[in-house]
């Protein structure tokens, strides 16, 4: 019995089909921005560190959202795979960059966590505009 219910409860088809995963995701992505600005009006420090770590979540959640695409779908995943995956490459990159500029003291810490955010809503823009285009 406990079996046949722990099945059900991670069955990624039926939440992907009946549960808004889209707008849970969306959600939790604002609420993650909203601390980050939390976090930046607190610590400069930690707040660099902060929107750092936030780009493999961001990449997580938008691999989430296409696999539950798929899913409803009944498309492929492995071209929009590929994108993502590049796409938020170039932007982990970029932020590498702007933490080095940080770091030769070009920017200050509050300027840099607002930059690398500016980073991860533009580039979740271009894979939500790309995703719209494609389908």
């Known amino acids: 019995m406990l079996k046949k219910v722990t099945n059900e409860k991670f069955n ?20 993650l921005c909203f601390m980050g600005d939390v976090i930046g009006e607190i ?21 989430i959202i ?5 899913i409803k779908l009944a498309k492929p995943i492995k071209k929009h795979l ?20 940080w770091h030769s003291g070009a920017f200050l810490a509050q300027t840099v966590g607002l930059i690398i955010h500016i980073i991860l809503a533009h580039t979740l ?9 494609t389908t």
């Open 12 to 31: 990624l088809e039926a939440i992907a089909k009946h549960i808004y995963i889209n707008e849970i995701i969306f959600i939790g992505l604002v609420v």
């Open 43 to 63: 610590s400069d420090h930690v707040s660099v560190m902060y929107w750092l770590f936030l780009v493999p979540i961001f990449f997580i959640s938008t691999i």
């Open 66 to 70: 296409e696999k539950a695409q798929s």
């Open 82 to 101: 590929r994108f993502s995956l590049v796409l938020w490459f170039s932007a982990f990159v970029s932020v590498l960059l702007i933490l080095f500029l």
């Open 125 to 133: 823009l271009i894979r939500v505009c790309s995703e719209t285009i």
